[in-house]
């Protein structure tokens, strides 16, 4: 029988604070010891294709901070990714997909009891989401968040799934728990729902980057370091009324066939000034940053070095060695910026998601 997991928002850890040097690991919360403990039990069991073991990492000298690591054993083990041809393609059920994996690999199914109803504009979604390992794994934890896979529905966002993300962030004790998606031509290798879920304990600049404020109501800001893309920001209250503005954002996006990359992360609250370390240390909230890119479409290389949700925040899993070893910002920097819009495209967009926000 599946292991249920039912939380409520009483569950929200309110502030995973980002230790300040003491080295004290946080106190794992409920969700964090659930999806640990089956994520273990199923690398003891051999359910997946490699072991990480101690993946290498370092920090590549430069402003940006950026943690390198090195998984060879990804590029060479993984399943082999879907060629994707639209931003908007159809779901495939004779294409691999989650209804067709082993069911050992769902560790639990996941329900927002929403203080014993769910919610009433929600009732027509897909409400239950299966977390399973990812038996490719980036990180520790490597999982994916599913909603109902029997849904079969295709790998574009929905108001719902942006809402169990931000939640699953929340329902974590550790600054170092993320979340994150890929969009058909922005690096998806199945075109079936999911959100991506690991632990990375190295701190990221998207962290606590400085932000302008485009839409303050909806929380929707500009990042203003590289790479260019747009914040949100939301903390346990507001957590719906953000994941549906997030929506029609990523709605926007799709329906303009523009790919984009998510990652979510505890951070601090948005703020357009240098912050005190009370201030940069607090991880009341979660940001979630939208990175439109140029669309990548066919069957990625998985040898290459491709830009996608981890990368954009910071976080560069190499697949060779001397691409770990000797890589630079600069060279990094150069990678990345071939797959961002150009500055001209991008600054259109911007306009447009800003009065697309603030007329609906």
Not at 150 to 174: A, H, K, N, R
Not at 308 to 316: D, I, R
């Amino acid at each position: 029988m599946m292991l249920q997991f039912v939380y409520n928002k009483r569950e929200f850890v309110t502030d995973a604070q980002r230790s300040s040097g003491n080295g004290l690991a946080p106190e794992p919360s409920k969700f964090d010891m659930t999806i640990q403990a089956g994520w273990s039990d199923r690398m003891n069991r051999g359910l997946f294709r490699y072991h990480l073991d101690d993946l290498q990492t370092r920090i590549i000298p430069g402003q940006h901070g950026y943690v390198a690591q090195l998984n060879i054993q990804r590029g060479l083990q993984r399943r082999k990714p879907q060629e994707i041809l639209s931003i908007q393609q159809e779901f495939n059920a004779k294409q691999f997909n989650f209804n067709k994996i082993n069911p050992e690999e769902i560790i639990f199914e996941m329900t927002n009891d929403h203080e014993g109803g769910k919610d009433k504009g929600q009732l027509h979604e897909c409400c239950r989401v299966f977390v399973l390992v990812n038996v490719s794994p980036l990180e520790f934890g490597h999982c994916l968040f599913v909603p109902d896979p029997s849904c079969c529905l295709p790998q574009v966002l929905t108001s719902f799934s942006i809402q169990v993300g931000i939640e699953s962030v929340l329902l974590s004790s550790d600054p170092g728990f993320r979340v994150g998606f890929n969009s058909l031509g922005a690096f998806a290798s199945v075109n079936h729902l999911h959100l991506h879920g690991y632990y990375l304990h190295h701190e990221l600049q998207i962290e606590s980057v400085q932000v302008k404020p485009l839409v303050p109501e909806k929380r929707f800001y500009r990042l203003l370091d590289f790479p260019a893309g747009f914040l949100f920001y939301t903390e346990s209250e507001c957590v719906e009324k953000v994941a549906r503005a997030i929506c029609q954002v990523t709605d926007f996006l799709v329906d303009s066939n523009i790919a984009h990359n998510l990652f979510l992360s505890r951070g601090c609250p948005p703020c357009d000034q240098i912050q005190d370390e009370k201030d940069h240390c607090s991880r009341k909230g979660v940001r979630i940053a939208v990175w439109p890119r140029t669309s990548c479409y066919g069957a990625k290389d998985e040898s290459a070095f491709n830009i996608a949700l981890c990368e954009l925040a910071g976080h560069l899993p190499f697949k060779n060695k001397e691409d770990y070893e000797l890589s630079t910002e600069k060279d990094v920097n150069d990678i990345i910026e071939m797959y961002l819009l150009p500055e001209a495209e991008f600054h259109t967009l911007e306009q447009h998601l800003t009065r697309h926000l603030m007329d609906v």
